[in-house]
């Protein structure tokens, strides 16, 4: 059975194993690139360094961002391409019958393709997460921010959670749709909202937040992402921290700023209304998970998503007898 499994997926093995093979050899060179502008940006800035290092970042940040692309759409590639035809191909041609008609249970043989293939696929993405991680490592120091969406779903361990989750989720809707390009179809639309939904809704309740307060500087004021009419803001961040929850603007005091003053600050050029609002002394209330967090989180959210698969993988044993 293990040898019939390897021997359907030569294919996309073969394939795959060019694909990866491409993009090893890129990344290894922009890791080496990567290192190199590192050293060359410490090594010339003198008294400088910040700027020395934001020109390190927008050079290298486009390749990064690509790169990063591509290995957060592998699991759900792997998982509509490997995943979904698994069985769904098997059902639609009717060759299943060759072999459940042999001494073969149709259990045993669900768990040696499932097994066969999603080891297949999370070496793949293994292989390819190790190399961005490698690459990517002198660029992520400068960052300070390994909790973002993109940078904490393609470095590390949570890339291969994510593709063992992903092909299990394509066999198992094969199984139930039995054809091929709808399971296909289904298997991206559900594992892309999954990976929408998990980093709003979960991942920032994997553990209780700490609990701080940042002062508002106007280089501060200047990095957000939206001031409200309420007072209210948005995208604030804190090296080596993940920011989950900010109050409004407060005064020194602990209460919420006058609305009226806020509102006169906010009619000026962006520049002039940071440098209004910084001279009001305010700050805001934060909940935040440390940086020191960040391998906590890697590992429960990818138990998290072995034990989905895992769930998957014993929903499809029980449905398969039914197929």
């Known amino acids: 059975m293990t040898w019939l499994a390897w021997r359907q997926l030569r294919a996309q093995l073969l394939v795959t194993g060019v694909a990866v093979a491409a993009v090893a050899v890129c990344l290894v060179v922009l890791g080496l690139q990567i290192r190199d502008g590192h050293h060359d940006a410490v090594a010339r800035c003198g008294d400088a360094c910040g700027q ?12 990064l961002y690509l790169a990063d692309a591509l ?5 759900a590639l792997l998982g509509m391409f490997w995943g979904a035809p698994l069985i769904a191909r098997e059902l639609e041609s ?7 008609n042999q001494s073969v249970s149709r259990r045993r043989w669900l768990v040696v393709r499932l097994v066969v293939v999603t080891a297949a696929a999370a070496a793949v993405t293994g292989l390819f997460s190790v190399l961005l991680t ?12 390994r909790f973002t969406a993109v ?14 989750c992903g092909v299990v989720m394509g066999a198992l809707l094969g199984l139930v749709l039995r054809r091929t390009v709808p ?7 559900v594992f892309a909202a999954v990976q929408v939904a998990v980093p709003m809704t979960v991942r920032p309740h994997l553990a209780a937040p700490a609990h701080g307060s940042q002062v508002m500087t106007a280089d501060t004021i200047r990095s957000l992402s939206f001031l409200g009419e309420r007072a209210d803001v948005e995208g604030l961040s804190a090296p080596n921290a ?13 209460r919420t700023v006058d609305l009226d003053r806020y509102h006169g600050c906010l009619s000026g050029q962006f520049d002039v209304m940071a440098q209004c609002l910084a001279a009001m002394d305010l700050h805001v209330d934060v909940a935040y998970h440390p940086g020191d967090r960040y391998w906590r989180f890697q590992w429960l959210e990818s138990l ?11 929903l499809a044993l029980w449905r398969i007898r039914a197929a």
Do not use: I, K
């Open 52 to 63: 020395a290092l934001r020109g390190f970042q927008s050079r290298f940040e486009g390749r």
């Open 71 to 75: 290995l957060v759409v592998t699991p």
């Open 94 to 100: 009717g060759t299943h019958r060759l072999v459940w």
């Open 134 to 145: 490698w690459a990517a490592s002198p660029f992520d120091a400068v960052a300070a921010d």
């Open 151 to 164: 940078m904490f779903g393609t470095r590390n361990l949570a890339p291969v959670a994510y593709t063992c």
């Open 183 to 189: 399971a296909m179809a289904l298997t991206a639309l």
């Open 242 to 254: 993940w920011v989950v929850e900010t109050s409004r603007l407060l005064t020194a005091d602990g």
């Open 304 to 314: 998290l998503y072995g034990a989905a698969a895992l769930l998957l993988a014993a």
